[in-house]
């Protein structure tokens, strides 16, 4: 069994900034690239950041300079600190975690449940 857990979505007034977490649990063996996507009402679920075992970063244009993407690899973590947030963040926003399972030794994407951001005055 593997799970990713997010915390951290809430409400909050145009720029102003929150922080997401992302934990995974379970019969984990290694993590690759881990990342943030979101989807906003009547929207495709989109990209947000993406952060590799190694530290290298991707981010979508439009959160470029405003969101930052990191992780602590020895707690199977991932966060986005997202800072000047504009009503158009406002989106479930999702975890997603490439890994190889000690169990089974299969690898895949999981995906958390889903936290909702919004920003709004």
């Known amino acids: 069994q593997v799970q990713l857990v997010e915390s951290g979505g809430g409400l909050v007034q145009p720029g102003g900034s929150l922080r997401l977490s992302c934990a995974a649990s379970?019969?984990?063996?290694?993590?690759?690239?881990m990342g943030w996507y979101r989807q906003g009402s009547g929207k495709q679920r989109e990209l947000v950041a993406t952060?590799?075992?190694?530290?290298?970063?991707n981010y979508a244009d439009s959160v470029k300079s405003r969101f930052t993407i990191s992780r602590d690899n020895a707690k199977n973590t991932v966060y986005l600190q997202m800072n000047s947030l504009k009503p158009e963040d406002t989106a479930v926003y999702y975890c997603?975690?490439?890994?190889?399972?000690?169990?089974?030794?299969?690898?895949?994407?999981?995906w958390g449940q889903g936290t909702m951001v919004t920003v709004s005055s």
């Open positions: 952060i590799s075992s190694g530290g290298t970063t």
């Open positions: 379970g019969s984990i063996f290694s993590v690759n690239v």
């Open positions: 997603n975690a490439d890994i190889l399972r000690r169990d089974s030794w299969i690898r895949r994407d999981y």
